[in-house]
């Protein structure tokens, strides 16, 4: 995913974390974890050498909540465009998001060098995970996640699969399993990554050696950084732009039916779609709709758009954060020129 990334010693020791390669990751996962406590707690122990009892006994103590299974049931990606977008675009959220910014602007413009994916993006997730790391959530991950693994059969083997690698994430950071809290679907921290993504793309951004994403904003704002450079975020390539007066035929000849843009901009132009952020021909596009209450909206998705949808598989949370990003940038730049004018004015 890097684009144009910048090698320098510091930084470059500042992004080295525990991840695993391709290959490590492909064994690791070769044998799907059970989803049942029983065989769960043999498989722990035969493929990654725990104990059967410190297992069993972990499961024993987890609760299973009705709750986080009333939950999943209702996510909010569920509503309409025009009952989504209002939780998140809010002036409360977008001013707190520039404060955020503020607070840790030399951070965010070192991961924004390092990552090259842009500081209003970063902010922007972290703002809509958690609130800027306020409410990170209040369900035992150990219970949230063994209740999906064991009684949520649509997803049983996704969590079985996050059950195992919080286990071992437990153990590598030297956690008690039932001392940290999240999500109802196990996600941790300011930018609320789940078990596996923890492992794999959190990063010690502060260099203490140390990888706390609870408390720390530094490595919090890494973390999500590391993620979108991964996950090939192109820097300074557009992420999605409206079509107001886009022709129905058009919309629904070149409607995306999948997460990933199916599309390219070359294909969008010659069919005479207008598009005015002027990406290269051969980027991906599609064209994703987002109901309103009385209207359709049309938008033209480019490849950072999908990229936010790996975040969380949804195009509407990637609207929403593409958004609230281009707010939160407006009320930072308004109220960096507000401080000058009143520098200087002071003079």
Do not use: C
């Amino acid at each position: 995913m890097i684009n144009k990334i910048i090698t320098l010693t510091l930084t470059s020791a500042l992004f080295a974390a525990p991840m695993l390669s391709n290959e490590a990751i492909a064994k690791e996962q070769a044998k799907k974890a059970p989803t049942n406590a029983k065989d769960f707690a043999v498989f722990m122990a035969e493929k990654h050498g725990f104990t059967q009892d410190y297992v069993a006994q972990a499961l024993n103590k987890a609760e299973k909540r009705q709750s986080i299974l009333d939950a999943m049931s209702r996510p909010a990606e569920g509503k309409d465009w025009y009952e989504y977008r209002p939780i998140f675009l809010t002036d409360k959220r977008i001013k707190q998001g520039a404060e955020f910014w503020h607070k840790h602007k030399e951070t965010l413009a070192r991961a924004e060098e390092v990552s090259q994916v842009p500081a209003e993006v970063i902010v922007a997730i972290i703002g809509v995970e958690t609130f800027y790391g306020r409410i990170q959530g209040t369900f035992p991950v150990i219970d949230a996640i063994s209740t999906l693994a064991f009684h949520y059969p649509k997803r049983s083997k996704f969590f079985a699969s996050e059950l195992e690698q919080y286990f071992i994430l437990a153990r590598e950071q030297g956690w008690m399993l039932d001392h940290h809290k999240g999500s109802y679907a196990g996600a941790m921290g300011m930018g609320q990554f789940i078990p596996s993504s923890y492992r794999h793309y959190a990063v010690d951004f502060d260099g203490d050696k140390k990888i706390n994403l609870f408390e720390n904003p530094q490595d919090a704002i890494g973390s999500v950084a590391n993620y979108f450079n991964k996950h090939k975020w192109i820097l300074d390539e557009p992420v999605a732009e409206f079509l107001p007066q886009l022709d129905s035929k058009l919309a629904m000849q070149y409607r995306n039916k999948k997460l990933k843009p199916q599309f390219t901009v070359d294909q969008l132009t010659n069919a005479g779609i207008k598009l005015q952020s002027a990406p290269s021909k051969d980027t991906k596009a599609g064209i994703y709709k987002f109901q309103q209450k009385d209207s359709v909206d049309n938008w033209v998705g480019y490849h950072n758009f999908y990229v936010i949808t790996r975040y969380n598989r949804s195009p509407m949370y990637a609207m929403a954060v593409h958004q609230l990003s281009q707010e939160i940038k407006a009320t930072y730049q308004k109220m960096q020129a507000d401080k000058a004018v009143t520098s200087e004015s002071a003079k």
